[in-house]
């Protein structure tokens, strides 16, 4: 590690903090068009890394893949990010504390933004872009799997920057286990870290740092089916939630299905699983219900895939990243929500129901950062909320939760302005009162 590169970022930021939004949105535009003029060079430093991929599970290697459909979402996520507010510089408050004297709440920059990920590249440029938005200084610490394309996204939002007029030492791109051992010790320099990645990763990012951390822990994510739920409504979100893309933390991991319901709505949901080779692993009840509402010949067709197995107490605090599946019947909404609460990560969670006060006890009870009512949890993600994309998912429950974009990235100072005023006046016996009046800005 070249901690002088580091101590540039941290110079660098002061300097970020304070560019313009032209600025800014000018390094965004020239970044998104070195990303579509460079697609042939990012592919084949892709084509290397998945080359020389081995012992990488299915579901790091989908990350680790890059296309030019994947960059060009990119390119979408950066022109969507220039169209949204500067988060910086803006009055979140203003009170008069006494005549003359007044209080603002103004929006700026974190400073500098530690970021260790795995697999996937793209998630270096959005990260980058969020940050230059932000106003903040980034030091990035990709997964050693993804080097050669980590590398030329680095260097072409490098050159990119330094040609908008900022400083290019505001991302910084460290590549070896080393680093991210050294990037722990940087809490003189690195004001956040955003760790990516399994609880375990999370635990010990945390464990062994000073710095503040912004943890994005696994997705163990639910759908729970109501028995007001719509057949048809629940089949397509639960369908979309596992199978749209398996291998990402906002995939539901475990589904919940009223007792009520169950007979009718678990053969069709499982025999749509098993025409896309979706491995089920499937509770006592659910299990029985499927054996007496489905021909034995299609049970045994589906055991001899290995699509069907029987569900163990680790399946319902696992994140598979794959096409897998635990489910579960509950006999009740608050038997749904202690499930959930007990064995969830916090991140996304879903109920598919028609009865509008079950949904509202749902999305207030269960403790997760999104919770959705009829609709897939894919829909946790920074570019589908309207962030522009994201750093991170945080789980935990600091100043930000959920997808983190833009406000995410951002904290805020006071500034007091006076006219010569003195706290004497405000003690003693003749102490003057403080006003404390909102102001309209």
Same mark, same amino acid.
């Given at each position: 590690?070249?901690?002088?590169?580091?101590?540039?970022?941290?110079?660098?930021?002061?300097?970020?903090?304070?560019?313009? %939004?032209?600025?800014?949105?000018?390094?965004?535009?020239?970044?998104?068009?070195?990303?579509?003029?460079?697609?042939?060079?990012?592919?084949?430093?892709?084509?290397?890394?998945?080359?020389?991929?081995?012992?990488?599970?299915?579901?790091?290697?989908?990350?680790?893949?890059?296309?030019?459909?994947?960059?060009?979402?990119?390119?979408?996520? %950066?022109?969507?990010? %220039?169209?949204?507010?500067?988060?910086?510089?803006?009055?979140?408050?203003?009170?008069?504390?006494?005549?003359?004297?007044?209080?603002?709440?103004?929006?700026?920059?974190?400073?500098?933004?530690?970021?260790?990920?795995?697999?996937?590249?793209?998630?270096?440029?959005?990260?980058?872009?969020?940050?230059?938005?932000?106003?903040?200084?980034?030091?990035?610490? $990709?997964?050693?799997?993804?080097?050669?394309?980590?590398?030329?996204?680095?260097?072409?939002?490098?050159?990119?920057?330094?040609?908008?007029?900022?400083?290019?030492?505001?991302?910084?791109?460290?590549?070896?286990?080393?680093?991210?051992?050294?990037?722990?010790?940087?809490?003189?320099?690195?004001?956040?870290?955003?760790?990516?990645?399994?609880?375990?990763?999370?635990?010990?990012?945390?464990?062994?740092?000073?710095?503040?951390?912004?943890?994005?822990?696994?997705?163990?994510?639910?759908?729970?089916?109501?028995?007001?739920?719509?057949?048809?409504?629940?089949?397509?979100?639960?369908?979309?939630?596992?199978?749209?893309?398996?291998?990402?933390?906002?995939?539901?991991?475990?589904?919940?299905?009223?007792?009520?319901?169950?007979?009718?709505?678990?053969?069709?949901?499982?025999?749509?699983?098993?025409?896309?080779?979706?491995?089920?692993?499937?509770?006592?009840?659910?299990?029985?219900?499927?054996?007496?509402?489905?021909?034995?010949?299609?049970?045994?067709?589906?055991?001899?895939?290995?699509?069907?197995?029987?569900?163990?107490?680790?399946?319902?605090?696992?994140?598979?990243?794959?096409?897998?599946?635990?489910?579960?019947?509950?006999?009740?909404?608050?038997?749904?929500?202690?499930?959930?609460?007990?064995?969830?990560?916090?991140?996304?969670?879903?109920?598919?129901?028609?009865?509008?006060?079950?949904?509202?006890?749902?999305?207030?009870?269960?403790?997760?950062?999104?919770?959705?009512?009829?609709?897939?949890?894919?829909?946790?993600?920074?570019?589908?909320?309207?962030?522009?994309?994201?750093?991170?998912?945080?789980?935990?429950?600091?100043?930000?939760?959920?997808?983190?974009?833009?406000?995410?990235?951002?904290?805020?100072?006071?500034?007091?302005?006076?006219?010569?005023?003195?706290?004497?006046?405000?003690? $003693?016996?003749?102490?003057?009162?403080?006003?404390?009046?909102?102001?309209?800005?």
């Amino acid at each position: 590690m070249n901690l002088d590169n580091i101590r540039k970022a941290k110079v660098g930021s002061i300097e970020l903090a304070n560019a313009s %939004i032209r600025m800014k949105n000018n390094a965004l535009k020239l970044i998104a068009d070195a990303l579509s003029k460079n697609k042939k060079k990012i592919l084949n430093a892709n084509k290397k890394d998945i080359y020389l991929a081995k012992g990488l599970s299915k579901a790091l290697l989908k990350r680790l893949e890059l296309d030019s459909v994947k960059i060009d979402e990119m390119v979408k996520g %950066i022109k969507k990010l %220039i169209k949204l507010d500067n988060p910086v510089g803006n009055v979140l408050s203003a009170v008069e504390i006494d005549k003359g004297l007044e209080l603002y709440k103004v929006s700026c920059p974190i400073g500098v933004i530690g970021v260790i990920f795995e697999s996937r590249p793209d998630a270096l440029v959005q990260i980058s872009s969020l940050c230059v938005k932000s106003g903040n200084a980034v030091i990035l610490k $990709g997964g050693s799997e993804a080097t050669n394309s980590n590398r030329v996204l680095f260097n072409l939002i490098r050159s990119a920057i330094a040609k908008a007029g900022l400083p290019e030492a505001v991302v910084e791109l460290m590549q070896t286990r080393e680093d991210v051992k050294a990037i722990l010790k940087l809490n003189d320099y690195i004001d956040l870290l955003v760790p990516r990645g399994s609880n375990k990763f999370v635990k010990y990012i945390m464990d062994n740092t000073k710095i503040p951390v912004l943890g994005h822990s696994e997705g163990v994510c639910h759908v729970y089916v109501d028995k007001d739920a719509k057949l048809g409504t629940a089949v397509n979100v639960c369908f979309d939630a596992k199978c749209q893309y398996a291998a990402v933390c906002n995939a539901m991991e475990t589904l919940l299905v009223h007792k009520s319901i169950a007979k009718r709505f678990l053969p069709v949901i499982i025999r749509k699983y098993s025409e896309t080779n979706v491995e089920m692993r499937l509770d006592d009840e659910s299990r029985l219900i499927l054996e007496k509402s489905v021909n034995k010949k299609i049970i045994n067709n589906y055991k001899n895939k290995k699509t069907l197995k029987k569900a163990t107490g680790k399946d319902w605090k696992t994140e598979y990243n794959d096409m897998i599946v635990s489910i579960k019947v509950v006999s009740d909404l608050d038997e749904a929500i202690d499930h959930i609460n007990q064995y969830g990560s916090g991140h996304t969670d879903a109920i598919v129901t028609e009865n509008k006060s079950v949904a509202n006890k749902f999305m207030d009870v269960v403790d997760s950062g999104s919770v959705m009512w009829n609709c897939s949890t894919r829909f946790s993600d920074g570019f589908r909320y309207g962030f522009g994309a994201e750093v991170g998912i945080s789980t935990h429950k600091i100043h930000a939760r959920g997808p983190v974009g833009l406000e995410g990235l951002t904290i805020y100072k006071y500034k007091v302005i006076g006219t010569g005023h003195v706290v004497s006046d405000y003690s $003693g016996r003749k102490a003057k009162k403080f006003i404390h009046r909102k102001i309209k800005w």
